[in-house]
């Protein structure tokens, strides 16, 4: 498999869900590199992927992770889930919903999680079912876990504001990052740290 198929594979679910995808390019290397380095680089951390997609944020996680740690992707395509079954057959996937984020990783023995690590769509999502979602991942964490999500640019403006409410509302702790100019399309971290009891 090559750097074109995960292209043209994203490209392809991209045109026909957009609505789960969210993004006109996989995550650039510049990005990877920059949520990889919010993960744990000591111990054995459990650490989880939401929105897979083709794999583009694997490998940077992948290499931060020390031998022993568990590392999960959750994919919601059943595409997606066998591209990213055969193009890496390290990586542990579960084909589910992010929205069932506690009832997937319960039935494959996977908790508390250090890190979740989320590329999905947010802000095309209304706002009740963003502070379910979320509320729903800090749940999982463990005590000092983190939460880093991707935000577009180029995302309405009142759209980002209503997600920054909604993680306001899921963590004590919210940082964005500086914007990251050299992804397609160009896009900032948030670091969330903290979850508040539901």
């Keep these: 498999m090559t750097a074109w198929t995960d292209h043209r594979t994203f490209l392809r679910r991209a045109l026909r869900r957009p609505a789960l995808i969210g993004a006109p390019a996989p ?3 510049t990005l990877a590199a920059e949520i990889a380095a919010v993960l744990p680089g000591t111990g054995t951390p459990a650490v989880v992927e939401l929105g897979a997609g083709t794999g583009a944020l694997s490998p940077a996680i992948r290499s931060r992770l ?11 395509d059943g595409e997606l889930v066998a591209h990213l079954r ?11 919903d992010a929205a069932d984020l506690a009832t997937l990783l319960d039935g494959a023995g996977v ?6 690590v989320s590329s999905l769509p947010w802000t095309l999502l209304p706002p009740a079912q963003q502070r ?11 005590p000092g876990g983190v939460f880093t999500t991707i935000s577009t640019l180029t995302a309405l403006p009142t759209r980002v504001r ?3 409410r909604s993680l306001d509302s899921a963590f004590a ?4 990052t500086a914007p990251v100019w050299r992804n397609v399309p160009p896009s900032r971290l948030y670091v969330c740290r903290g979850p508040r009891s539901c």
């Design 111 to 116: 908790g508390p999680v250090d890190a979740v």
């Design 173 to 176: 702790e919210v940082v964005a």
């Design 162 to 164: 209503e997600l920054r």
């Design 27 to 29: 995550t650039g290397a």
């Design 132 to 142: 379910d979602m979320l509320a729903g991942i800090a749940s999982t964490l463990a």
């Design 66 to 76: 020390s031998p022993g740690s568990r590392y999960v992707a959750v994919e919601v």
């Design 86 to 96: 055969r193009r890496m057959p390290w990586l542990e996937v579960l084909h589910g």
